[in-house]
Structure formats: C-alpha cells, structure tokens
C-alpha cells in the first residue's frame, strides 16, 4: 500500500497491511543526501531533496518538512545560530524586555527569514511525492514562538507577573503562524503543529489553558477550514492537559517517550488518533535494531487497538546523527506486525 | 542575638511561606522585620528563605508548582538574600557543601534547566559558579581549576551537543584533573546510559534530583583514585 492509502484506510476504519509508521526525520535527512545540515536550512531544492531521498531510502509514512522550530521566530526577528553541521539553536529572543512587544510584527512567509525557502521546499515534495505520501510541514505553535521571541525564562515568569504581555506575544506569533499554515496549505502540504513549551513538565495545565488553548484551537480552526486535518505535538511530560490537546481541535496526538501511550488511549484515545512514541535517543539514537524492534512491538502492544488509531512514531523528531539500521529497523518493526496490529507477549 | 520567642518562630515560618506563595515583597518585608527584631540573619536564611524554597521544589517535585512558580519563589528567595546576606557575620557563610561551575554546553542556550538546578543547588547550600550558555569544553575545564571547583555540572537540551559533554570529561582526563572534579550531567535527551557512557560522574533526570547527586559526589572519597 501507498503510505496514502494506509492514511485512508485507517481513517475508514478498513483493513490495511500494517500501521503506518513516521520516524520524525529532520536533519538527518542531509546525511541522506550527503549535505551539511546549515546547506539544506536555507535552500529550497536541497531541502526537498533530502526530505524526498529520505522518504525513498526508509520508505515511511509521512514527509515532514522540519530543520529546527526557529523558523518563524526568526522571520520575526530572533537570531537564530546556525552551525555548519549542526541543528540550528536560538543565540538571542527577538526583544530583550516586555516593553518592547509592540514593535514585534507578523512575518510574511513570502519574503522573512528561511520561510520562503522552506515553502520552497515544501512544493517540490509535494511535487515529486505528494501522490503517494502525506506531505506536512512543521508549524511551531504560538506559545513556544512566544518563547524564542521573548527569552523562554522571561516567558516563564511574565506568565505568573504579566499575563497580558503573553497574551500580546502569542497574539503576534499566532498571526505569523496562520499565515505560515496558509502558505503550507497553499503548497500543498498539511500544517503540523509542534508547541514544546505547553509541555507539563514545562508549565501547569492551568497555563496551557490561558495561554495554550486559547491560540492553538484557532490555528486549528483555521487549518480545518482549509481542509486539511491536524497532528499536535507537545514534547515531555503531556498526561495532565490531554483532554485540554484534544481541546484544541487536534484529530492526532502526538505523544512523546515521557508520556504513556497506553494511559493516552484509555484517556483520550476514543476521540483522537494516537501518534508515538519510540524514544529518539535512548532506543533510536543509542540503541540497536534489536532494542528499536522491541521498543515499537511495546507502542504496538500498548496502543495498537486504539480506537482512533495509531501511527507508530518516535516520541521526538530524531537526532542527527540516528543511524539509517536503526530507522530501517523501526519501519521493518512495524512491517513484521502487519495486520491486525497485534502482539502477544508470546511473539516478542 | 536575642533568644527566638514564639512570634519570632512564627515570622520565620511566615518568611517561608511567602517564597512558597511568590511573594517577593512579603518577603523582603519580613527579611527586614527579622532584622530589626535582631535574629541572627544566618537562621533567616535558613529556616525562612532556604526552607520555603525547599518547599516549592518539593511542589515542583508533586506536579503542584511548574517552571514559572519556581522562578518566581526563586525570585523572593533571592530578594530576600539581597535583604539579610549583607548582615551575616564574617566568616558565617560557612554553609558551602562545595563549589560547582555550572553551565549550557557549547551548541545550546536552552538555560532554563540549568538555572533551575543552580537555584536548588545554591539552596542546598552549594556555591555556584555559572558559566552561562553555548560555553566551549574549555572554559568549563578553566573555570572550575580557577575557582577550585569540586563539580562541573554539564546541561543541554539538543542530541547535537551530546558530543561537547564527553569533550569536557576528555580535558579533564587529559589534565589528570579527575577525580578531583566531578561531572554531573543532566537535560532533556541525556540518561544515565548516556552519562555511564560518556565517564560521568553523576546523572540527574531534575533540579532535585541534581541536589541529591552533587551532595553524593562530595560525599565520596574524592581521593581516591582509581588506577
């Protein structure tokens, strides 16, 4: 089956010949091809290239068009480092006091940053592999924008001391982040939502919801008017605001090693698909493909029957440097699970 | 210094519980009040700043308080310091359980955790050395010779910047400055595997839990030397 089909057939509820599986490839897609990461960061053509040979080479279920989660940040004026050969990591926030918020605008994915090139990108993925693959691209969401704008300690505190000046900053990343989204759909691809720093093991539940649910259900209002369906990411700790997630409008969480995939389904698994959570560095990064097979057989057992489905995926985008065995291992897991998802503690 | 009445007692107990309620000016208020009330500044700090940040790290540790609300208690507890430091006697700030140089290895500026962990380190009694964000291998490895440091506290939030972690452990090698210093490491994708892997001293999955590691680290015989 196409990965496309096996997106459908799981939406219809109807047989398919195995769960779709979506190792979060980043950067490692440069390693495919062969190119430094700060050489795909900034290049349309490069971007695709690596993100389409990384698609042919593990031949997993989802493309997402991700270097790092300062794109939009930085198109709205936070520097951004980027190492010849390494994930790129925010050097300073946009503005350096609360004061300064009024002078923070929207960007305009036509023309800030890296984002005309990541558009770029994105539409000649869905060019040469979107009738096969779903095609996405990450949208870093308002709060965790907020955060690279402002400082994340600042955003912290402001939270408790000046709750009106964060609901200015995800205001203005909001904005930035429809209009990235648009630009996603107008190429083609689905907008996928990563907001790390709603995570609990960040901020309490009672933040996510002043200053999380309020900005993600309208991005993911938005999105579904233009058709399109949404995952959401939050990395860490995520047990205590799932049902506030599923607020948010999202048909797929995304849950990270941190969490447990067998209390999301009992939570929350009626009402969403379910995406996880291979831990990316102690099991995909560190481990062999022996410890990656019995990492996906433990999702699989876990949440393989969840109502609204499972994709088996790592619980973080993955590391750099992961090893290709390890990736083709992981996908290879799932194949040998097949269809129905099951499996007995006898098989493992 | 006077001998502590009953009322005494129950303004130190409410100078901790207005770090616990993030109430910077309460508790500078009260920090001036113990002053005035000629309590050995030394015990303020103890049983009212010291003790009400230990409480919100055990809120932290429950789920009850998250990043912002103990920034925030750190914030008071700080002020507070500001407030009764001035007033110990010479020579009293002999609380150090050790000193540790802590900082975001090079590559990374996520300094949240790292902040986090220096403020319940110096709670617990430690001094503490930071060395900031995006710091290269080396200028650990100097700034803890310089400042005698018995701990190099290692944190990172980015896989990418694993590598540098080992690099400061192979300086320290290279200087035979091990076992005398100490490296713990902590952060998002680090585990204890990945610290057994590298050489590291000690591994701390939380602020609390760095605590508890450092004061092992000072506990164990630093002299012995392992051939």
Known sequence: MKPLDRFVALSLGRPLDRLPCVPIVGNTAARVLGVRTAEIRNSGGLLARAHVAAYRRFGYDVVRVFTDLYVQAEAMGAKVRVPEDETAYLHQPAITSADEVDRLVAADPGKDGCLPAHREAIVRVVDEVGDEVPVTAAVTGPFTTASFLVGAEALARLTLRAPAVVRRLCEVSLETALRWADAIVDAGASPSLTDPMLSSTVVSPRQFFDFGLPHLKRLVSHIHGRGKSVTLHICGKTKPVWSLMVGTGADCLSIDNEASLAEAKVAVGDRVRLMGNVPPVAVLFEGDAASVRNAVRACVREAGDNPRGLVVASGCSLPTETPFANIEAMVRAVDEIGWPPRVTEASV | ?227
Request: hydrophobic share 45%; net charge negative.
């Open chain 2, 1 to 227: 210094m006077k001998d502590m009445s009953q009322e005494d007692v129950s303004l130190l107990s409410r100078l901790s519980d207005a770090v616990v309620a993030m109430d910077g000016a309460e508790t500078v208020r009260l920090s001036e009040d113990l002053l005035l009330q000629g309590i050995d500044p030394g015990r303020c700090i103890e049983a009212g700043l010291v003790d009400g940040m230990r409480r919100a790290g055990d809120l932290f540790e429950r789920e009850e308080y998250f990043i912002p609300e103990l920034l925030i208690c750190s914030d008071a507890m700080y002020a507070g310091l500001h407030v009764l430091q001035p007033h110990l006697p010479r020579g009293a700030v002999e609380r150090k359980k050790g000193i540790v140089v802590i900082g975001v290895v090079e590559g990374d500026t996520h300094d949240i955790g790292k902040n986090l962990v220096k403020i319940m380190l110096e709670t617990a009694g430690f001094e503490v050395v930071d060395v900031g964000r995006d710091v290269a291998p080396a200028v650990f490895v100097e700034r803890a010779e310089s400042v005698g440091a018995h701990i190099i506290g290692l944190s990172t939030l980015m896989t990418t910047t694993m590598g540098a972690m080992s690099e400061v452990i192979r300086l320290l090698d290279e200087r035979r400055a091990r076992p005398r210093i100490k490296v713990m490491v902590g952060g998002g994708p680090v585990s204890q595997q990945f610290a057994t892997r590298i050489g590291a001293d000690g591994y701390a999955a939380n602020a609390s839990g760095a605590v508890a590691v450092a004061t092992r680290l000072r506990q164990s015989p630093s002299e012995l030397r392992v051939p």
